[in-house]
């Protein structure tokens, strides 16, 4: 994994960030229990109290309360008071366009990013067993390359390539309505890569956490990125 920061909750202090560089936070969903749920909007509200699993609903609390905590830090504002609007597909936005981020969770982890330098996706993935069965014909592209780390195993080829197309997929907003198949991933420099569909060119960085999660973000431009993991 790349460098990062492991950081209490308590002493997260994030502030402007400067153009070219990024901020992705990765945090457990055990961070549920120090998060406020009054932050979240009436709406967010309401569909936290319609979970009935334990695990989905602090999935859901740790995902949206700490975008709002991380919002407010970046934005100099009340995190209450953000408020965001639908974009192309559905993809969240905020309301005054005053920063770019995206959100993703799977299993135990959710992970944001927050860019001044344009749109941004993020997708991480709890290496789970049966989750590696899609066909290769869904999400490959036969020109697809990975750098060594990535591409020892079949499921490791899986993960790093689905979470960068998901990535890209996000960062421009169409999601899972773009052929993953037709995203041609080429390796950059370090952990990052360059993806290419429908005439476009994304930078994105793939990542292996400890437990062997995958995590990717993406964006139109090559940014530097502050790697922080929140103690849970
Ligand atoms: C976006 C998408 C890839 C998410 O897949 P996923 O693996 O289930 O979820 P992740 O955990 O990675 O991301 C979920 C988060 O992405 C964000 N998101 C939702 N739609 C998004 C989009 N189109 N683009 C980028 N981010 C999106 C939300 O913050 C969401 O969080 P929430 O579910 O807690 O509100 C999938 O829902 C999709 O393809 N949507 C396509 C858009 C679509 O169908 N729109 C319908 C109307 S055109």
Known sequence: MSPSIVLPLEEM????????????IVAPC???????????????????????RKEDFDRYLTAHSLLRVILGQILGRC????????????????????????LS??????????????????DVEQAL???????????????????????????????TAWTLKEAISKCDGRGLGIPFNEVRLEPDKGNTYRGFYDCR?????????DDG????????????????IVAG
Do not use: M
Not at 131 to 159: C, E, M, V, W
């Open 201 to 209: 060119t994304w930078h994105a960085s793939h990542w292996i956490l």
């Open 129 to 159: 067993p049966g989750k590696a069965q899609i066909s290769p014909d869904l999400y490959a592209h036969p020109n697809d390359r990975f750098h060594p780390a990535a591409a020892g195993t079949d499921i490791s080829r899986f993960f």
């Open 213 to 228: 999660t995958h995590l990717a973000h993406a964006g139109e431009v090559p940014c530097s990125t502050l790697n922080i």
């Open 79 to 102: 995190a209450r008071d953000i408020t965001f609007v639908d974009g192309e597909g559905n993809k969240p936005l905020l309301s005054d366009g005053s920063c770019h981020f995206n």
């Open 105 to 122: 969770h799977s299993g135990d982890w959710v992970a944001i990013i927050v860019s001044l330098d344009g749109p941004v996706g993020i």
């Open 30 to 52: 055990s961070l549920a229990k120090q998060l406020d749920r009054q932050i979240l909007s009436r709406g967010e509200q309401e569909r936290l109290c319609r979970f009935r």
């Open 13 to 24: 202090h994030l502030k402007n960030l400067p153009p070219g560089r990024q901020c992705c």
